[in-house]
């Protein structure tokens, strides 16, 4: 069975502060994705990451930065120079390469930027 | 905008009523979904289409009845829902396999 947990419930920033998000998962599997989702008040999910389990590379995608350790089993989510627009609730996700391939949500992590 | 709408956006109805949820994508995507997500909970899966068939049921109550009139279009048919069943039901869809989902805003349903 698959799982991934965000152990950090709420987060709370000031603006231009860099922030972690953590993100832990388990699986049998050794073929497996990984994403982040942001979901603003608004209620719809924005896809921002999808890595596979065979690249471990780090990635920048502006201000956002993602660093996937299969060591650890973490695929963790840092955005810099935070900004009141990235208030929202940040998901990881995993899914199998085979069988199901639904995806697993961990419980989410709510980001608050104050201005 | 999302490439993903849904309607209506906001639901009211009674324990007897009957009402359809409606998802639309022209992404070409070949798979479509139907999540639940009660408040500051994660979404749960409910349905999954693979090429307009149903793939995936996560043993939802018959209360909840999907369809896939074509690879664009998706419904969720409701009938004597309860009041547990008030949430925000997401649709997304995607090219299958692990490819990313890409979500609609969904529908806030509020059962009396």
């Known amino acids: 069975a698959q799982k991934v947990t965000q152990a950090q419930t709420e987060i709370s920033v000031v603006e231009k502060e860099d922030v972690t998000l953590d993100c832990v998962y388990e699986t049998r599997d050794t073929t497996y994705y990984l994403f982040w989702y942001k979901q603003p008040p608004s209620g719809e999910l924005v896809f921002l990451i999808r890595?596979?389990?065979?690249?471990?590379q780090n990635e920048i995608s502006g201000r956002y930065s993602w660093n996937f350790q299969k060591s650890t089993s973490s695929f963790n989510f840092t955005i810099t120079a935070s900004q009141v627009v990235d208030s929202a609730v940040y998901f990881c996700a995993l899914s199998e390469a085979a069988g199901r391939r639904a995806l697993t949500f961990g419980s989410g992590t709510r980001l608050q930027v104050q201005p | 905008d999302t490439e993903v709408t849904q309607t209506p956006k906001h639901l009211v109805m009674g324990m007897t009523n009957k009402k359809s949820l409606k998802c639309e994508q022209h992404m070409g995507h070949r798979a479509m979904y139907w999540y639940k997500q009660k408040a500051k909970k994660p979404p749960e899966l409910m349905f999954v289409?693979?090429?307009?068939?149903?793939?995936i049921n996560e043993s939802v109550p018959s209360r909840f009845s999907p369809e896939c009139p074509n690879s664009s279009l998706l419904n969720l048919h409701l009938h004597a829902l309860q009041p547990e069943d008030s949430a925000l039901y997401l649709c997304?869809?995607?090219?299958?396999?692990?490819?990313?989902?890409?979500f609609g805003d969904g529908t806030r349903l509020s059962i009396l």
């Open positions: 997304a869809s995607s090219q299958g396999g692990n490819q990313p989902q890409h």
């Open positions: 890595r596979n389990s065979f690249d471990e």
């Open positions: 289409y693979s090429y307009e068939k149903l793939s």
